[in-house]
């Protein structure tokens, strides 16, 4: 099948997602309740599942930038990582176009390394060639500002030094260095600085041009305006609104 | 005109309209989609790592120089470190206990077992919190997770090759000559890679389901020390016992390699037989392959921790 705008790129069929917490509940901290658990064979008082998403379906399509909107702990996070296959659903399905890539704000690199080194790993891991990653370094180090940032070369230094929105801003290159059929943004964005906050928004244009679908989970209303033209508003798990940008956040907005 | 659609339905109208309510399912199917985060099949997945071989490797030497960057001396803990250990058990195994019973060369003897049975130990601690202690990357990016316990284990190899060196300046330090039978070194470690390689998958597998086994593999990995006549010799030790007895404890693939790589080094240590080799190699593809496949079979469930 050709890709045409407008062709389905993600396909989300009554996904249902349970977490199982470990260590919960106070019952497991002491030595003997959990002894007397082995002896009495009860299951483990320490698991507690949260239902995180609740039968969510939606289609998405080549071409679209897509809001996902809601408060915190509406499972959008969760979302964003079933359709990316990294959390299997527990109930329901999935179906992409391709390998979808996630950006997440705690999609933690290695903290303990360079700036350099986790480009080029997570270019690696990203399914890059080496010669894909050479080619691409300089491109990455420059989009993200950290080969000269305040007069310093950051890309020689451990990520653990690198404030918040700096290592976001790493993250958010080495993941835009790619196109992606479907790219899923979780929050990325938020600690950029405003000029980072636009050219990344320039980028997520560019991507959407190349016949993509983007995601885009945020608080920031401003930058669900700039870049989405659909918005999903989900509530405790499940899918409370999905429609035009305007419509939705306006809801959204009145709710709150 | 947004409209709420409700949980389980599917949203009609809008930008959300898919023409005509055909299910999701169907949908998906006439254009090709595939299911996300399902487990690729055996030859995918196989290419898939394949690709990924960069990445493998780059990720090993990242982690090994990673972590020494905080240590003052940096890598040179990677030499002190195998020095220091050789020296412990010199001293408590050899000069405080005496356990040097039927043995010729006992500080080649012991050092070449224990170096040989840490490059397994290690392998198998770093595999098991391989998963585990990695769900932040896992969650993050794509990519087939059987990369992790190999490139823990090729850390655990770099580190090998250094204590290796070490090694070969001490068994040379007690008086073994240099012999062409140390080439014999290399097919063994290569063996007993292969061993450790799978056998890190297995625990990196159930070291991600049951999160007790990080608590649990130190003892299990003292009790295999202390069976794989690391400090005694197992002919010795056994030649009492029934022969079954003997024969379970030769057989133990740590002390089939660790029986190998004494051969190789030491001169005065009874050459292995045959069939010697024979466990080593059906070791190494038994619980390589086999490690590779029961990895595989859960890939899609690693993310959920």
């Known amino acids: 099948m050709a890709d045409r705008i407008g062709d389905p790129t993600v396909v989300a069929d009554n996904v249902h997602l349970t977490y199982r917490v470990h260590g919960a509940s106070s019952g497991k901290g002491s030595a003997t309740s959990a002894f007397s658990r082995l002896v009495t064979r009860k299951k483990a008082a320490g698991v507690t599942e949260v239902h995180a998403v609740r039968g969510v379906s939606f289609v998405a399509r080549r071409g679209e930038a897509i809001g996902l909107i809601g408060r915190n702990g509406s499972g959008k996070s969760t979302l964003l990582r079933c359709i990316a296959g990294l959390l299997p659903p527990t109930g329901g399905k999935i179906y992409t176009d391709g390998q979808p890539s996630l950006l997440g704000v705690n999609a933690a690199m290695m903290n303990d390394l360079t700036g350099e080194r986790n480009i080029v790993l997570g270019c690696l891991a990203m399914g890059m060639t080496k010669q894909q990653v050479a080619e691409h370094y300089d491109e990455i180090a420059a989009f993200s500002g950290m080969d000269n940032y305040n007069g310093k070369d950051f890309t020689r230094l451990p990520m653990r030094t690198y404030s918040s929105g700096m290592a976001a801003r790493l993250r958010f290159s080495i993941a835009a260095a790619k196109s992606h059929d479907v790219l899923m943004i979780d929050e990325a964005l938020a600690t950029g600085d405003r000029d980072f906050q636009l050219r990344s928004e320039a980028r997520i244009r560019e991507l959407r041009k190349e016949a993509g679908t983007v995601f885009l989970v945020s608080h920031g209303m401003k930058s669900i305006r700039d870049t989405c033209e659909r918005v999903i508003w989900l509530d405790a798990g499940k899918i409370k609104m999905d429609g035009p940008t305007e419509e939705v956040v306006a809801a959204y907005e009145k709710g709150v | ?305």
């Open chain 2, 1 to 305: 005109m947004a409209n709420s659609a409700q949980a389980d339905t599917v949203p009609a109208g809008g930008p959300s309209a898919d023409g005509g309510g055909i299910p999701l399912a169907e949908l998906a199917a006439r254009h090709n989609l595939s299911v996300s985060g399902a487990r690729p099949k055996l030859p995918a997945y196989i290419r898939q790592l394949w690709q990924r071989r960069h990445f493998i490797v780059a990720f090993a030497n990242a982690k090994t120089r990673a972590s020494y960057a905080t240590a003052r001396l940096g890598q040179v803990w990677q030499i002190l470190t195998p020095l220091m250990n050789a020296a412990i058990y010199y001293l408590v195994f050899g000069l405080m206990l005496k356990s040097d019973k039927g043995v010729d060369n006992y500080v080649a003897f012991l050092v070449t077992g224990m170096f040989i049975f840490t490059f397994t130990q290690s392998a198998v601690l770093a595999g098991t919190r391989s998963i585990s202690d990695q769900l932040p990357l896992i969650r993050a990016l794509h990519f087939p997770r059987a990369c992790l316990p190999i490139s823990f284990t090729i850390v655990q190899l770099q580190q090998l090759m250094i204590s290796m060196v070490v090694l070969c300046a001490i068994v040379l330090g007690t008086g073994e000559p240099l012999t062409a039978n140390w080439l014999l070194l290399l097919p063994a470690l290569l063996l007993q890679f292969m061993f450790n390689v799978g056998l890190s998958m297995i625990v990196a597998r159930i070291g991600a389901e049951i999160t007790d086994m990080k608590q649990l593999m130190p003892f299990l990995l003292r009790t295999w020390l202390y069976v794989s006549g690391v400090f005694y010799s197992i002919a010795h030790f056994a030649k009492d016992a029934p022969d079954w007895v003997r024969w379970i404890l030769e057989a133990n693939p740590a002390a089939v390699y660790i029986e190998l790589a004494r051969d190789a080094l030491v001169e005065s240590h009874a050459h292995v037989p045959m069939h010697t080799w024979a466990l080593a190699v059906g070791w190494a593809f038994v619980v390589g392959v086999g490690g590779f496949l029961f990895f595989w079979q859960a890939e899609e469930k690693y993310g959920r921790g």
